[in-house]
């Protein structure tokens, strides 16, 4: 059932073709580098595919529109949270997704949605999904911008730690980068 929500939202969005399963990948690779338990990891990893779920609701004229959003599109798109909660919710198997589904824009200094939590008021595992979902959306090409590097990403990560990311996470985050790109050149 998970990997069939995920493929649903990546037929909903094309520019999030394998984002979600980018995200799940590298959030549990951040779970056990944060040392989590493996039941953690493997809701890092379903959560990770399915964080987006609420963007099938989105009326795709803001989901893929090319330019930025104006005020009211904007407080349009910040409801996929809620909305892919209300998706998930009533299956007993994903419960332990929920806080990840619906606080993974939450920010650290409290200014992130739905629900403005702030430092560990906001679910661990939604902090590590935050933290990769945005990597992953930084260095792909998007309706309203181009990519950025991997470098230039890695900067704008460590730049929002402790304002919208958790540090530690950014932290993991940076060390475990580093370490798979030295396996690739390997």
Known sequence: MIFALAAAVEAK???TEAHTQRVAESARRIGAGLGLS???QDALYRGGLIHDIG???IPDAIL?????LD????????????IGENIVAPLRSAA????IIRHHHEHYDGNGYPDRLAGTGIPRLARIIAV???FDALVNDRPYRARKT???ALATLRAGARRQWDPEVIDVFVSDFGAVSRMGAA
């Open 13 to 15: 969005d094309p520019y």
């Open 38 to 40: 493996a039941s953690d």
């Open 55 to 57: 963007k099938i609701g």
């Open 64 to 68: 893929l529109k090319p330019g930025p």
């Open 71 to 82: 005020a009211r599109e904007l407080a349009t798109m910040r409801l996929h949270p809620t």
């Open 96 to 99: 332990a997704l929920l806080p």
């Open 132 to 134: 990769c979902d945005a």
């Open 150 to 152: 991997a470098e230039e």
